[in-house]
């Protein structure tokens, strides 16, 4: 589009993720159709076999409708009764199992009953990382349930119910 009065033309992709990209928009209107009905996401390699582009293009379409998404997400605590739990990430390893486990990476989780799922990843399992976590992620007030791990027994403290499951029983 151009402007009557001064001809500085103004595009209708100026301002989008569109912005710059030779990639037919038909391709990223595809792409966005993929992430959207895929179950499990969409890989970069998948994009590229879909699309017909090449490898690095695929990644950057990924990437941009990814952080769209992130973007459009809605940040609000989660209330009500709110399960937590961590887990340790990385597939079979030789050598310790469980807590302290080399080469894991720490993802904690948050799923409010009958709402939404939200997962962190932390770098440690110490009462000050995931005080902070919860603090960030659920609202005061709520239900809280964890497992008996010794870093959740102060979430009272904060003006949390606190349920403690034991896995033992």
Known sequence: ??????????????????QNTRTPLQSWFYAIYLFVTT????SAKELQRQLGVTYKTAWRIGHKIR??????EIKALLSGHVEIDEAYVGGKRPGKRGRGAAGKT??????????LLVT?????????TLRAETLKTVEAGATVSTDELYSYSLLKGEGYTHVAVKHGA
């Open 67 to 72: 952080e769209q998404m992130d973007k459009g």
């Open 120 to 128: 962190e990843i932390i770098p440690d399992v110490k009462l000050k």
């Open 39 to 42: 179950r499990h996401g969409v």
């Open 1 to 18: 589009w151009a402007c009557a009065a001064c001809g500085d033309h103004v595009y209708p992709t100026a301002g989008t993720i569109f």
């Open 106 to 115: 720490i993802v904690m989780g948050f799923k409010q009953r009958g709402g």
